[in-house]
């Protein structure tokens, strides 16, 4: 069974009236469980969209979505996903760990087992000490490292991420990604990863998606054949700079403007 | 370097926060002790060069009248605590202001809580119903604008007259719906926009996770708004007060502070300091509401980032 | 009908219906309960009353809002002087900010009673000062926070240019401050005419507002102390209305206000 499987999926925005937009148009994908799958493309190509609309935040136009077998939406109340975004979105007024155990709130977990698996997480994260902290006590890379931890928490197949990384520094963020195939690898979590940056793209995943502009399509899909074991000197080898170039080159050729817009050569 | 020691470099030490906010605190008592010294100086002061009669300054009969009579000195007025109240018994001014003072304040707490409950519901019914929010809102906002404490006296006169199933209305009853009437107001408008301040990323993250509406609110929403809510509490104790006080004045409420004031008031001729210890009650229960209310303020907000917001 | 037109109708209608479902019931309740008018009166009987006492009414408005004007006017301007020399000197902050805060607290209204004693009492004064004192203590607080609470950001950029304090003022604090200055006044504005009438009730001269609301009441001429407070409300709205023309006639548009709670 597929992770996720996206068939003929459009999206418009504001049908009919003067500000239509039209987001997505003929979106297909398959997506097998255990793979990192990056989407990437210029700004407004719709990459969060499709990601909101497999998270069920939004429904597509026409079209369907399945995720883990199921419609899109009985995933989401099922909880079989996790999601994080850009701000990490903590809450103020909640510990670290009690942050981490809201999923497991909400689906009727009792303390005992809340505690048990949010100092696991922690682990996982490589947190432990910062159980009883206050969000704004930490750094923006270890508030994202809880986000993570309270987004794999309910251990669902599939972690959905949209731009985790944007608001960090750039030696945090190469950390942040060490740390995120790390704990994927341990999980063994189906990941969908929304990104601008070629380099973190193709570091990360096993296939990257290449999405056009405006209304955005998939045209084209760039395997990295490097496996699950990534580290430092995968950064530079050879085949890496190769896979940066050859994403580069199919963003390139999505688009009919000859300047690239919102996209990062880092 | 381990992941661990790098991490701990990074944290924000949190402790010396909380031991600056009481040191603050405590300096801004000691300055209102200080103003206060300040104010009862500029008063003898006043006493001992104003014109005894009163005065006009470019013809304006603006100057207060200086002599005893009118103006004791600030040691008469501490001392005539401690004095019997005279005439009738031998109870201490202190004893009866602090009474009267008493009886004021339980039908503060009761106005209080009453319209800090429907002032809540209020904002949780609006915060679901757009519709209701839309509808009401500009009514909420408007009503700030209105003298509401002019319904003071048509309220009051419910009393002693009003039959509500079996139980007659009585005086003070009015004067704590009143006091609830003027908190209900600001503590529906800051609860609403409390209840509305959640990023929409947040909101998101919620529907991300299944929650049903009741959970987001408890969890995500309520938690959210306790900064815009306390400012709002201070407002609606200030409004209990003043709803209470001024019934109480507009009718005989007999046994409230306000009525004291009166009271006090007519007694100027043969006691001059009299009329002072009853305000000087009165402000003691509106300090003492405020003060409830910063007591609420530290104890649900002491784990959270001070911004500037209220 | 145009879409702008209809956008606003879309925004007026929900209260519009709502206030007049709300008379409605209003009237409806009385009406069918038979209520007696101790205890509510018709919103038709109020209409009715405001019209046959028109000019009695408008008399009591006058003297409330001549009252409530004067104190609006000193007490503004007494708190902007303030509240530059508290920008100034930070003693004086510290000293009179708890002051106020606490004056915000307590019901001020029982000073009448000792202002009535101090002065004659046919006098004016005892409302006007109350309802100076409260102005006051409002602009004063919002006033100082304005000249206060400047990005940090402009202050830094003046100081690198060597701005002198006057300089600073000028440019950056008192420009910063206007907003808040209308904040204030669109909070005094209707608190004067509450203030200017309710001093009323604790006694001294008897003309305005407050002493016909009670009198009428006190003789049980309900309806008509009912329509003495729709002109309190009138004059209260009318005064918040001024405000915010004023504030609308000196303030560009667009620029960002803050809120009602200081924040």
Excluded at chain 1, 211 to 222: A, D, N
Excluded at chain 2, 44 to 59: H, I, M, R, T
Excluded at chain 3, 194 to 214: K, N, P
Aim: aromatic share 8%; with cysteine.
């Amino acid at each position: 069974m597929n992770a996720v499987e996206v068939m003929g999926v459009r999206k418009v925005f504001n049908q009919g009236k003067g500000n239509q937009v039209d987001a997505l148009v003929d979106i297909d994908l398959v997506i097998s469980p255990g793979s990192f799958v990056t989407l990437i493309g210029p700004s407004g190509c719709g990459k969060s969209t499709l990601l909101r609309l497999i998270a069920n935040l939004t429904e597509p136009t026409s079209g369907s979505i399945s995720v883990n077998g199921k419609r899109a939406k009985q995933a989401r109340l099922d909880q079989d996903y996790g999601m994080a975004f850009q701000q990490a979105g903590l809450f103020d007024w909640r510990t670290v760990a009690r942050n981490i155990e809201l999923p497991l709130e909400l689906k009727g977990w009792d303390r005992a087992k809340r505690r048990a698996r949010s100092t696991e997480m922690l682990d996982l994260v490589k947190l432990p000490e910062f159980s009883g902290y206050m969000p704004w006590q930490l750094s923006g890379g270890m508030q994202q490292r809880v986000a993570i931890a309270r987004a794999l928490a309910a251990h669902p197949p599939l972690l959905l991420m949209d731009e985790p990384f944007g608001a960090l520094d750039e030696m945090t963020r190469e950390h942040m990604q060490a740390e995120l195939l790390r704990i994927c690898a341990s999980t063994g979590t189906t990941v969908i990863f929304v990104t601008h940056s070629i380099p973190e793209a193709v570091y990360l995943s096993s296939q990257v998606v290449v999405m056009s502009p405006r209304p955005g399509r998939i045209t084209q899909l760039v395997d990295v054949p490097f496996g699950k074991e990534r580290s430092e000197e995968t950064r530079e080898d050879a085949l890496f700079y190769a896979k940066i170039t050859e994403v580069r080159e199919a963003l390139r050729g999505a688009e009919f403007e000859p300047t690239a817009r919102g996209i990062e050569d880092r | 370097m381990t992941a661990t020691t790098k991490n701990l470099k990074e944290v924000v030490a949190a402790a010396p926060v909380q031991r600056y906010w009481l040191v603050r605190r405590a300096r801004r008592a000691a300055m209102f002790v200080l103003s206060v010294v300040i104010i009862a100086a500029g008063w003898e002061l006043y006493k001992s060069v104003g014109p005894q009669d009163g005065g006009s300054v470019l013809g304006w009969k603006i100057l207060p009248r200086a002599k005893d009579r009118v103006m004791p000195h600030v040691s008469d007025i501490v001392s005539r605590f401690g004095d019997p109240i005279g005439r009738s018994s031998d109870e201490s001014v202190l004893s009866v202001v602090l009474k009267a003072v008493f009886y004021s304040l339980r039908l503060v707490l009761a106005g209080f809580a009453i319209g800090l409950v429907a002032g809540v519901l209020l904002a949780v019914v609006m915060t679901r119903f757009k519709i209701a929010a839309r509808a009401v809102l500009p009514y909420l906002v408007i009503s700030q604008t209105i003298p509401l404490i002019a319904l003071a006296p048509l309220v009051v006169s419910w009393g002693g007259k009003l039959k509500v199933g079996g139980l007659v209305w009585e005086r003070w009853m009015s004067a704590s719906l009143l006091g609830a009437f003027l908190t209900f107001f600001p503590i529906a408008v800051g609860t609403l926009r409390g209840l509305q301040s959640p990023p929409a990323s947040s909101i998101e993250l919620m529907d991300s996770l299944a929650a049903p509406w009741r959970s987001t609110l408890f969890k995500l929403r309520f938690p959210s708004a306790l900064p815009y809510m306390i400012p709002a509490l201070k407002l609606g104790a200030a409004g209990a007060v003043i709803g209470v006080v001024v019934s109480e004045i507009s009718t005989g409420l007999r046994g409230g502070i306000g009525r004291l004031v009166i009271e006090f008031g007519r007694l100027t001729t043969s006691d001059p300091a009299i009329v002072y210890t009853a305000v000087i009650g009165a402000a003691v229960l509106g300090l003492t509401m405020a003060a409830l209310v910063s007591l609420v303020d530290v104890l649900l907000m002491r784990n959270r980032p001070r911004e500037v917001l209220a | 009908m145009s879409r702008r037109a209809v956008r606003v109708l879309a925004g007026v209608a929900p209260p519009l219906f709502f206030g007049v479902l709300l008379l409605g019931v209003w009237e409806a309740i009385v009406r069918g309960f038979d209520l007696k008018p101790y205890f509510l009166v018709p919103p038709s009987n109020i209409g009715s009353r405001f019209v046959d006492n028109w000019g009695n009414i408008w008399a009591a408005m006058r003297v409330s809002g001549t009252n409530a004007a004067f104190g609006l006017v000193l007490g503004s301007m007494a708190g902007i002087v303030i509240a530059f020399l508290l920008s100034r000197f930070k003693l004086l902050d510290e000293l009179i900010t708890p002051m106020s805060i606490a004056v915000n607290a307590i019901p001020a209204f029982v000073l009448v009673s000792v202002f009535s004693n101090m002065f004659s009492t046919t006098s004016v004064v005892p409302r006007r000062l109350m309802v100076t004192l409260v102005v006051f203590f409002v602009v004063l607080v919002n006033v100082a926070k304005g000249l206060r609470q400047v990005d940090a950001t402009h202050a830094e950029l003046m100081r690198s240019y060597a701005a002198s304090n006057w300089e600073i003022l000028r440019k950056v604090r008192v420009p910063n401050a206007i907003p808040y200055l209308f904040t204030a006044l669109k909070i005094a504005a209707p608190l004067s005419v509450i203030y200017a009438y309710v001093s009323e009730y604790f006694g001294g001269a008897q003309d305005g507002l407050g002493s016909r609301i009670t009198g009428n009441i006190a003789n049980s001429k309900n309806a008509v102390g009912w329509a003495y407070v729709l002109g309190a409300c009138l004059l209260g709205l009318a005064f918040y209305v001024i405000s915010i023309a004023i504030e609308a006639a000196v303030t560009p548009r667009g620029l960002a206000q803050p809120n009602r709670d200081g924040s």
